[in-house]
């Protein structure tokens, strides 16, 4: 019998998932919710257990996970990212079956999933940070505490929950009376969505660009790092379009970020594949973020100019191999562009497009393109969900031909039914400051023209329709 | 002699009109489209002449108001607003004209106040010349309309109704004129509204005549119809009297009951010693030339019954009531009684009712009655509602005398003088709680309607909310010729039928296949950008597709 392996997730990435491991002639174990009961990767596995009716709580069951890994005789789990990816007591609990878990340690993803312990261990590892504080006292003195961190650095400041991420649980503050009524929001808000009430305090940082490198570790404690990706172009903390290399020109400045990364991921003694995100300011000073310990929705690009396969590479260190390359093997070639197409209206604040059928897809292809999706003519897009449809992701030798590629795949990618972020990101890759390579995480914000695009995608198919129903009636019912 | 200009304020081009040494010319468009074909002519043909006709130096273009507004969301699927929006960009010269019927706006019965005024103020934000009438010349009816054109900066050009009779002297039509200029002051077009065409050329010069003498400054614009084949003496007679301006349309698609052919006019006129300075022969040519192609698609939407009729001097039915008139009476089955009733009930029942202007909604009010006269037997037997309310005086008093009592026993019953006493006299239409309606419309359209949108919701409720609802299911058909649009029979397998969305995308449709299952279901195989899709049809769309009844068009 072939060794098994469960994919702990859903939609593109747990297709991203089976497709490495069938690669490395491992069989794959999908699971599912019932909403998700039509999904491809469902079909694309070897076997799939549900879960339950869900939504959601069954991907997060740490129980029902487990035992469906044990049920199906899986020997290891893969988590993808978001659901279980990096809880702790999901890494623990594999530990203790006895299961593997592709991925950094119990330990590991504890400390570093604390954001408060995380930049300790940065700290103690001289790795540069933005200034912050450790978790803030409970009641008034935390308060106290915070109002005196702000008069030495300065407003605006960002107020964090310390087991947030991924966007969430993070405030702008911006007046001692503002911190005063929002830590105690703050610290109930932490509570319901994390069941932690600690926060803290880090000085903001204006307009950064949002960089991260991609290490991956053996657990010998080999360390290397697959180059910079940068994740600037977000909208609410949640990221859009991703691209490796970074685009900063001093490419001294990004070795020094890339050895930095390898130092913080040592310093965490960190294995397997994870992500350190820095912010760099105008004047390209850079702080450390966090690391995630995760395979990244945005890998792609990475494994695009780097040509390593980054969840299989995932896996076999999980499996206990060694890592097969050292840093002077990774070269960078080109550039890559991913954009996430989400099934949502840019025009309504991103509003997600969920429950609506896909009545074509029509994907591109050709030199350079790569669709990591899971969406299909005909599927109904379940409500309960992300809205990822489809990550399309570009490789050219230069910026430029990497732009152009990107235009031109947008403009064959039709998707009807659902209105998408295509229009939007059409628009994106005929700005002049994106073509130029400029883009911090103010982008949006400064380009609200971007949003002003007609939604034709389905005009031809609307207008269509009408000259169906004049084929079909034999007059125009609605002129006579 | 300069072009009027549009931007122009109305002062500004009354001074220029009163100064000018030729006469002016308006394509009168819409009117032709409602005469001739039954309000169907498409922006995408309008589209097509507007290069042409922006360069034909024209006074004003007549292209919205009458039944047109009605006419564009229920049978041509446009908004009126984005025809009108479109129109301006390519024509960023021309002033456009409209039709409004006073308190009936672009409908057939009285609105509330405050209706009118936001009505108004929205469609004066593309619309510079106001031509407003009442079919009674009942002039406090149009006075709301008045007031908003003159907010908006906007040329009031107000209409006394014409028509012919013992009752319809120039004294009449004088005394009418002074009531106008009370309540508008002197800075206005005055229109002689000949919307039938009647009078001969001496009756319309003698009138033109008269008013010139009495208000040597006030410009005239003289508007007729070719029903009877002789606008064209009417309007050299009015040009030759001091008419200002005159009416007429784009020779390729004149036909019997609209205006006259542009270019007759200005080569009749010419010979007389009378110049037209600002119109461009070349591009008028050139419109009829552009859009000629395009009239066989129309043919659906022409008359009945070809040739002229001198013999609505005595129907006097007005020419944008032709077409649907004799329509009816092709559907209804009773063409055969036309000549008894256009020959010999309407000229009774127009004397019965008053002798006033038979001219939207009254012309309706004229024609059914007539035709229920005939078909019914008893003469007033089966009165409408709108006789009733004819009769109770709800559109305004009758101009000359009242009918005879019989004929009010016969429509309000045998206790009529109380009826009359209780119910009668113009109707004051308590105002609409428009924020209401707007809710109400969002409702029913799932997001917050604009302002345009609830102007339209609130002239047509239904029709309004299912064009929206086309819209949204079918796009901006505005796009498609009438080739496509008004296509009859079914295309042909492998057809290939292109054309350019709103926004500048050209698309490609190739016909496939029609396959129909045992369950009558019919899928329609198109392939559309090169790609298949598929478009069902259950099988009763099949036979409901002739669903709204025709009763629109009128004037």
């Not at chain 1, 103690?124 to 940070?129: E, L, N």
């Not at chain 2, 009605?70 to 960023?92: N, S």
Request: with cysteine; charged share 25%.
């Amino acid at each position: 019998m072939k060794t098994k392996i469960l994919v702990a997730n859903r939609g593109e990435i747990a297709i991203r998932l089976i497709r490495a491991i069938q690669e490395l002639n491992y069989e794959a174990v999908a699971v599912y919710e019932s909403p998700d009961k039509e999904s491809r990767h469902i079909r694309i596995a070897d076997e799939a257990v549900w879960l339950g009716n869900g939504p959601r709580c069954d991907y997060l069951n740490i129980d029902k996970i487990i035992n469906a890994a044990k049920k199906s005789g899986a020997v290891a789990i893969h988590p993808g990212y978001g659901f279980l990816a990096e809880n702790p007591d999901f890494v623990k609990a594999c530990e203790d079956e006895g299961i593997i878990f592709i991925g950094p340690s119990s330990e590991v993803v504890s400390n570093l999933g604390n954001k408060v312990i995380a930049r300790q261990i940065m700290a103690d590892a001289d790795i540069p940070m933005v200034p912050g504080t450790e978790n803030l006292s409970p009641g008034d003195d935390g308060v106290k505490e915070a109002l005196a961190f702000a008069a030495t650095y300065k407003y605006p400041v960002m107020l964090k929950a310390t087991s947030g991420g991924g966007g969430r649980g993070i405030r702008l503050i911006e007046s001692d009376d503002q911190m005063k009524s929002e830590i105690p929001v703050a610290r109930a808000e932490a509570k319901a969505a994390f069941n932690d009430e600690s926060v803290y305090l880090e000085k903001v940082v204006i307009e950064p660009k949002h960089v991260e490198v991609q290490i991956m570790a053996d657990k010998e404690g080999t360390t290397v790092h697959l180059g910079t990706r940068d994740c600037s172009i977000q909208r609410r903390n949640q990221k859009l379009i991703e691209i490796a290399p970074s685009m900063i020109s001093d490419k001294k400045l990004l070795d020094t970020i890339c050895e930095t990364a390898v130092k913080a991921a040592k310093a965490a003694n960190y294995f397997n594949a994870g992500t350190v995100e820095f912010l760099i300011d105008k004047d390209f000073n850079y702080y450390f973020m966090e690391i995630n310990t995760r395979v990244q929705v945005e890998h792609t690009v990475t494994e695009m100019i780097t040509g390593i396969d980054i969840v299989r590479t995932q896996i076999k260190l999980a499996m206990g191999k060694k890592l097969s390359f050292c840093q002077d093997d990774i070269k960078m070639r080109g550039h890559a562009i991913e954009m996430r197409i989400n099934a949502e209206d840019p025009k309504a604040d991103f509003m997600p497009e969920g429950g609506k059928t896909v009545s074509v897809y029509r994907s591109p292809g050709g030199y350079g393109v790569r669709l990591d999706g899971f969406v299909y003519q005909g599927f109904t897009i379940p409500e309960v969900y992300d809205s990822l449809l489809v990550k399309m992701t570009v490789h050219g030798f230069s910026w430029n031909e990497t732009v152009d590629r990107l235009r031109r795949c947008l403009q064959n990618f039709v998707i009807a039914g659902p209105k998408t972020t295509i229009p939007f990101y059409l628009n994106i890759v005929k700005d002049p400051d994106f073509v130029k390579g400029d883009f911090d995480t103010s982008y949006l914000d400064k380009h609200p023209e971007l949003f002003d695009y007609e939604d034709n995608a389905n005009e031809a198919s609307k207008l269509a329709n009408l000259i169906a129903e004049i084929h079909h009636c034999g007059h125009n019912p609605y002129a006579a | 002699m300069e072009r009027i200009v549009q931007g122009t304020s109305p002062a500004e081009v009354i001074r220029q009109l009163q100064n000018s040494d030729g006469y002016h010319i308006t394509n009168t468009a819409r009117d032709l489209s409602q005469s001739d074909f039954k309000n169907r002519i498409l922006l995408h043909t309008d589209l097509l002449a507007a290069d042409a006709r922006e360069r034909a130096g024209y006074f004003s273009l007549e292209i919205t108001g009458g039944a047109s507004v009605h006419v564009d969301i229920l049978r041509k699927q446009v908004d009126p607003f984005l025809k009108l929006d479109i129109l301006r960009k390519k024509m960023p010269t021309t002033m456009f004209q409209t039709l409004c019927r006073g308190v009936n706006l672009f409908g057939y019965r009285p609105y509330p106040q405050n209706v009118i005024r936001f009505t108004v103020k929205e469609f004066a934000k593309y619309v510079d010349v106001w031509r407003t009438f009442d079919f009674m010349n009942y002039i406090p009816n149009m006075q709301a309309v008045f007031e908003e054109v003159g907010k908006a900066g906007k040329v009031n050009e107000p209409c006394i109704c014409f028509s012919t009779g013992p009752e319809h002297t120039d004294k009449y039509y004088l005394g009418k004129i002074q009531e106008i200029l009370d309540v508008t002051g002197s800075d206005i077009i005055l229109c002689i509204k000949n919307h039938g065409g009647l009078g001969t050329p001496k009756r319309i010069g003698e009138l033109v005549d008269n008013i010139r003498q009495k208000y040597p400054d006030l410009p005239i614009h003289y508007h007729g119809h070719n029903t009877d084949g002789n606008d064209i003496g009417r309007i050299v007679a009015a040009v030759q009297n001091g008419a200002t301006i005159v009416d007429a349309g784009d020779a390729s698609f004149t036909g019997f009951y609209g205006p006259a052919p542009i270019l007759s006019v200005v080569q009749t006129l010419k010979d007389l010693g009378y110049n037209a300075a600002t119109i461009d022969e070349e591009a008028v040519i050139e419109t009829s030339e552009v859009i000629r192609d395009e009239r066989q698609h129309y043919h659906a939407f022409e008359s009945q019954i070809k040739g002229f009729q001198p013999t609505v001097q005595i129907h006097k039915l007005p020419g944008g009531a032709m077409g649907s008139s004799l329509e009816q009476a092709v559907k209804g089955g009773f063409l055969d009684k036309m000549p008894d009733i256009l020959h010999k009930e309407m000229p009774r029942v127009q004397k019965e009712l008053g002798n006033y202007w038979s001219v939207t909604p009254g012309s309706q009010i004229l024609w059914t009655t007539a035709v229920a006269n005939i078909q019914g037997g008893e003469r007033y037997g089966n009165a409408s509602g709108d006789l009733r309310n004819l009769l109770l005086g709800k559109y305004g008093p009758f101009p000359f005398y009242e009918p005879e009592d019989w004929i009010f026993e016969k429509v309000l019953g045998s206790d009529w003088k109380k009826v009359l006493e209780e119910e009668g006299g113009v109707e004051d239409i308590s105002d609409m709680d428009i924020d209401k309606e707007k809710e109400i419309l969002a409702d029913r359209i799932g997001e917050e309607p604009t302002d345009q949108q609830l102007v339209l919701y609130l002239q047509h409720p239904n029709d309004a909310v299912e064009f929206f609802k086309f819209e949204a299911k079918f796009g901006k058909v505005y796009v498609l010729p009438p080739s496509i649009f008004l296509h009859e029979g079914g295309f042909e397998a492998g057809e290939t039928i292109s054309f350019t969305d709103h926004t500048g995308k050209e698309h490609r449709v190739e016909v496939g296949p029609s396959i129909k299952d045992e369950d009558g279901e019919t899928s329609v195989y198109l392939n559309v950008d090169h790609h298949q899709r598929v478009y069902t049809f259950e099988p009763e769309l099949a036979e409901g597709a002739v669903a709204k009844p025709d009763t629109i068009s009128k004037e």
